[in-house]
Structure formats: structure tokens, C-alpha cells
């Protein structure tokens, strides 16, 4: 049995190619169902929606930024003092842009060639960044060796021997920034390395934020910019924290800790007090002749710095006397262990 004739549009003729299914379909704009709280779901466009990558720090809030400038013009003042008494030659430094800006922004604007020093500040992790231009590191070369400070028309790579001169302008500039910071951190500047075209660099993902600090260098008859760049990720530690309430619920006073309670089953534990004070010293030989009825004297206040030890490990200091017919000891303020 045959198959039964199949049907057509009136206005098709017998063997035309069918319309394609598609064409209302193409017409559409792609888009993409999201999620929201509550398991709603809703669409959006696909051109409204932005690539993020969450493993990478969010850029530095206004906010943020007043106050780290704040402390860099505390540092840019610091700076042109210290430099100023090295070089024996008056350095004016002045801040002309700090902003957050992507690695690959800062790279792609570096000039070529430029003299970048490539340090790290321990233990905060991250590369960091420090840009001096070949004429301004020449100039302060030029000064080191007893010259005037005379800015030259070079731009050239600097020698090793001139990069030497100029690590020592650079360990002054990097220990001042890490001053900066030694109220809460014990920060310690390291320089891993120089390199003369920024492009040839892959320390960072191209689209890591950096602080750049942009300032303009005045020494001599040179003048020329100087750039110092931390990635967010290496200042995160020395920042106030970001997001909603953060900088709020900093600022609020801490609750009030819960006392502790004593555990009974340590009432009957023994423990060892015992008393030492320090100060006086004798050498071995002066303790080898001591002779029965020698005198030693002992200075005024020795007895009233007196560490009480508990189980021989100091836990307080303390005042010598007497209660009655016995030593005692008058605890007056605990150790700090």
C-alpha cells in the first residue's frame, strides 16, 4: 500500500522549497534567565549583562581613595625631606593623580623605554610596582656622582652600574611608603628586579586594579613623572574594610565580652610562685672571690621591679616588702607575654 498524498498549502506548488522555520526565531535578541532571591526568574538582554570576575578585587571606592590620599601626601611631604638631606639638593615631589586603574591600563601607558623597579612588600602578597623614567633616573645618577643635577636628553636603558646608584635613591623611596604603615603592619619593602619595557611584564592579570600614584618630580633642572602602582590585592590588608556598614560597624566600640567563668575542677591544681628581680650583675671571676661579710650594693628602686613567675614562666611585676614577719610581694601590673 502506497503512502497517502500529502497535503499543501494552496498557494505552494508541488516540489517548492519549504519557508524556512527559523526566520521568526533569528528575529529575536538573544537573552539570558537569571535567578534573583526568592527563586524568581527574570530575563535580560544579553547585551545588559557584564562579565566579572569575582576572584579579582573590586576598584577602590571615593571614599577609599580621599583617605589613602590623605596618607600619600603625608609621604610625598616625608619623601622630598628625605631625598632633599641624601641628595643634598633641594627635591620637590607633588602628587598629580591617584586612581584605580586595570594592569594592562597602566602597562599600555608606560613609555618605551622607562626604568620599572619590580619589588615586592613583605609579607603583604603581590607585585608591585615603581616607574622612574630613564632621564629622571639619570639625573639623580648624575647627583649621586657629585654632578649638578643637570637633566640630560637621553633616554636610554641605564647601565647596571647606574641602576645600582639608583636602587639606593629607590630602598630610601620604598622604606618611607612602608613607614607609613608600621602602626599596623611591620612591613618590609624587596626589590626583585628591573626591566626596561613594561610589555615584557606578566606579573598580574590584565585585568587586576592597581593604585597609581602619578607624582611630579622636580630636581635640578629635570622635570618628569614618577609612578608608583600596588595591586588593590596587596593593599586590601591596610585598608578599611569596603561594602555595606563595613566602615560603620568599624567604627562601633567592639560588645562587651562575656566574663569568664572559673573551672572548679582546677581548685585543688598546685602551682609554683616564685619571685626574681634583675639588675644587679657580677662577672664570672667577680662571683668566684666573693668572701663571707663582703657588701654589694643594690640600687634604691631594684626591689620595686620585682617578676613574680608562675610555674617559672613571668606573669607579673611586683613590689618587694614585708606582711607581718614574712617577704611578700605587692603585684602592681601583669606582663605582657
Not at 115 to 123: A, G, I, N, S, Y
Amino acid at each position: 500500500m502506497g503512502d497517502p498524498p500529502s497535503a499543501s498549502k494552496p498557494d505552494e506548488q508541488p516540489g517548492s522549497p519549504p519557508e524556512p522555520l527559523a526566520a521568526e526565531g533569528s528575529a529575536r535578541e538573544p537573552t539570558a534567565t537569571v535567578i534573583q532571591s526568592g527563586g524568581r526568574k527574570a530575563t535580560f538582554r544579553n547585551e545588559d549583562l557584564h562579565p566579572r570576575d569575582f576572584r579579582q578585587p573590586a576598584p577602590l571606592g571615593s571614599e577609599q581613595l580621599r583617605k589613602i590620599g590623605l596618607v600619600y601626601e603625608e609621604f610625598v611631604r616625608s619623601l622630598s625631606a628625605q631625598l632633599s638631606l641624601y641628595l643634598r639638593l633641594e627635591a620637590s615631589i607633588q602628587i598629580t593623580k591617584l586612581e584605580c586603574v586595570s594592569y594592562s591600563a597602566f602597562i599600555d601607558g608606560l613609555p618605551n623605554p622607562t626604568h620599572l623597579t619590580v619589588f615586592k612588600v613583605e609579607p603583604l602578597n603581590g607585585v608591585c610596582l615603581l616607574d622612574i623614567p630613564p632621564r629622571l633616573g639619570l639625573t639623580i645618577v648624575d647627583r649621586l656622582l657629585g654632578g649638578p643635577a643637570k637633566g640630560v636628553s637621553s633616554n636610554e636603558d641605564l647601565n647596571e652600574i647606574e641602576v645600582a646608584l639608583l636602587d639606593q635613591v629607590v630602598e630610601i623611596l620604598l622604606k618611607e611608603w612602608c613607614q607609613l604603615w608600621q602602626k599596623t603592619e611591620n612591613l618590609r619593602p624587596v626589590v626583585l628586579g628591573h626591566e626596561s619595557n613594561g610589555r615584557s611584564l606578566n606579573s598580574l592579570p590584565r585585568d587586576s586594579f592597581m593604585l597609581l600614584l602619578s607624582m611630579e618630580v622636580l630636581l635640578g633642572d629635570c622635570v618628569d613623572r614618577m609612578q608608583l602602582a600596588f595591586p588593590v590585592l596587596t593593599l586590601g590588608p591596610l585598608l578599611p574594610r569596603g561594602g555595606p556598614g563595613g566602615e560603620a560597624a568599624a567604627s562601633q566600640p567592639a560588645p562587651p565580652s562575656a566574663p569568664t567563668l572559673w573551672n572548679p575542677s582546677f581548685d585543688e591544681v598546685p602551682v609554683q610562685v616564685s619571685t626574681e628581680w634583675h639588675g644587679l650583675e657580677l662577672s664570672a671571676r667577680e662571683l668566684a672571690g666573693l668572701k663571707s661579710g663582703e657588701v654589694l650594693i643594690l640600687g634604691e628602686n631594684w626591689f620595686d621591679r620585682v617578676e613574680i613567675h608562675l610555674e617559672r614562666q613571668p606573669r607579673f611585676q611586683g613590689r618587694l616588702g614585708t606582711s607581718g614577719e614574712h617577704w611578700a610581694v605587692e603585684l602592681t601590673e601583669p606582663l605582657k607575654i
